[in-house]
């Protein structure tokens, strides 16, 4: 069935350093794409989204890129703020009218 | 604009109490959906809703039950409430399913049953 897999947390990076999370999906179909992001006491939020193969979605310094050979969909951020700790979540719409998510993966930049 | 309003924030529920949780969302969107956030699970669809008056079951349905009787609203409901359903509660609501599809968020209830 349709599933999302994202790098397990916590991660824990210093300020302006490199960010990776990783994302790997199943789906039948051609789904689109999202990472959503997750404050503190909070809803999730979308943070980009890519609809086809090789689109690259972009937010706030954050990127990530369909990639329908890999079945990815990886965010990075090239230089992370204290304010971009939160829980980041994967998913994509699959073929059962459902958004899937990842299990998130908690991000905490320290100063 | 609201948005997506969830109903009540918190709550403590004695085991085999029942309750009723509130999504209202003001963008006349077709699909709601009730999820439920565990530690190191994610989120896990209980129930959805693609438009008014229809419901259906989703990855954890079990305990619960949900209506959608007017369009803005849509309702998740614990009969005998158990401890493994602590748990924060979130409600989604999207406009179309195709590829452009966004799911809007409430911020959540935190249920706690003891």
């Known amino acids: 069935g349709d599933s999302v897999t994202q790098m397990e947390g916590p991660v824990t990076l210093s300020e302006e350093a490199f960010l990776t999370i990783n994302c790997t999906y199943t789906?039948?179909?051609?789904?689109?794409l999202f990472w959503y992001v997750q404050y503190p006491g909070e809803g999730l939020q979308l943070l980009l989204k890519?609809?086809?193969?090789?689109d690259k979605g972009s937010n706030k310094g954050f990127e990530a890129t369909y990639r329908k050979e890999t079945t990815s969909f990886h965010l990075e951020k090239g230089s992370v703020q204290v304010s971009d700790s939160a829980v980041y979540f994967c998913?994509?719409?699959?073929?059962?009218?459902?958004?899937?998510f990842g299990s998130g993966t908690q991000l905490t930049v320290l100063p | 604009n609201a948005g997506v309003t969830q109903t009540p924030k918190f709550r403590v529920l004695k085991t085999g109490q029942s309750m009723t949780l509130l999504c209202a969302q003001d963008m006349n969107h077709e699909y709601m959906y009730w999820y439920r956030q565990d530690p190191g699970m994610g989120l896990r669809l209980i129930h959805y809703s693609v438009g008014e008056g229809t419901t259906a079951k989703g990855e954890v349905p079990d305990g619960y039950n949900v209506s959608r009787l007017k369009k803005q609203n849509f309702l998740l409901g614990l009969e005998s409430a158990a401890p493994s359903q602590t748990s924060v509660y979130f409600c989604?609501?999207?406009?179309?399913?195709?590829?452009?599809?966004?799911?809007?968020f409430g911020q959540g209830t935190r249920l706690t049953v003891v």
């Open positions: 989604a609501s999207s406009q179309d399913r195709g590829r452009d599809t966004e799911a809007f």
């Open positions: 998913g994509h719409s699959g073929s059962a009218r459902q958004l899937t």
């Open positions: 890519a609809t086809k193969a090789d």
């Open positions: 789906a039948t179909g051609y789904p689109s």
